[in-house]
């Protein structure tokens, strides 16, 4: 009498983490499976996926890892590529606001990025740039109305400007001064409350005391 075929389970996939890295060409490409081995790559890695999808518990152990509720599949691979990424927005001196937006949620995904001491040095700076912004005493490019918007004082280019044009304006639509300035200029101009002035080109921010 024979013996009855013996049932063999089929192993359970469990989710696994890649990153994919390349060079500048993408001739060269290579997957590793952590963010350490990421970060020390000497290629670039910018995208994090779980190719054979996440279960529950993959979702539970980051949001207990960050103390984030609520996240999707999509949401810990987008932040994981970030995580990977030793330039975005880790390199940056300074900060835009979806850029803040975005590393503000996956700094709790890598607390130890390598990059991290000169990452927070750059949300400071960001933050400050807000609170001079709302204070009206930084700008870009645009219109301004003083003082409704801007303070009245001296304005200066914060750094190099190209091809940059301003205009100081009356209220009665004079234009009180103005300049297009080239690549390198030092760039500053006096505006008194009632008038306005204009930012166009590769400017940059300006700032008054």
Known sequence: ???????VEAPVETAVLEIMCHSD??????????????WQSDLECDEAVFPLGGD???????????????????????NLSICADREYPWSFDVLTDPQREEADMAVKFCPEHPDMKKFKKAM???????????????VVNGTYY????????????EGKVEDCYWEVTAADGTIV??????????????VKSGQSFTLEGGCGPFSTD
């Not at 009498?1 to 049932?7: A, C, E, K, V």
């Not at 979702?59 to 984030?68: N, Q, Y």
């Not at 300049?179 to 200029?185: D, E, I, K, V, W």
């Open 124 to 138: 400071k700076t960001s933050e400050a740039h807000i609170l001079k912004e709302e204070a009206g005493e930084r």
């Open 56 to 78: 529950v518990e993959t979702i539970e152990e980051w949001e207990a890892k960050t103390g984030i509720n609520g996240l999707t599949l999509e949401d810990v691979e987008f």
């Open 1 to 7: 009498m024979s013996s009855p075929p013996t049932t």
């Open 177 to 190: 001064a103005n300049n297009f300035a080239r690549a390198g200029s030092k760039v500053s101009f006096s």
């Open 25 to 38: 060409d993408f001739a060269t490409k290579e997957i590793v499976s952590s963010l350490k081995e990421a």
């Open 146 to 157: 003083v003082p409704e918007d801007a303070k009245p004082g001296v304005w200066r280019a």
